[in-house]
């Protein structure tokens, strides 16, 4: 499974559990940022970037589509 971010696409977990994206728009010193990652059963993950071992917020595939044209504007 895999995930569109501006219009990349971002990776499936690994062995080693969920690759973690940030947006491009937050700055590397920033730490008011959200992640996600592509889980495992078709579900996106979004959690707080200052914050790894903390909760996650979980979305289907369709409703982060959704979520993401909303704020592209589409």
């Not at 895999?2 to 010193?29: A, K, N, Y």
């Not at 790894?52 to 704020?71: C, E």
Request: proline residues 4%.
């Amino acid at each position: 499974m895999s995930i569109e971010q501006e219009g990349h696409v971002m990776s499936d977990t690994t062995s080693l559990g969920p690759v973690w994206h940030r947006s491009s728009f937050c700055h590397p010193s920033d730490s008011y940022c959200l992640e996600a990652a592509a889980l495992s059963g078709g579900m996106i993950g979004v959690q707080d970037s200052k914050n790894d071992k903390g909760p996650i917020l979980m979305f289907s595939s369709q409703v982060w589509r959704a979520f993401v044209a909303a704020l592209k504007g589409n």
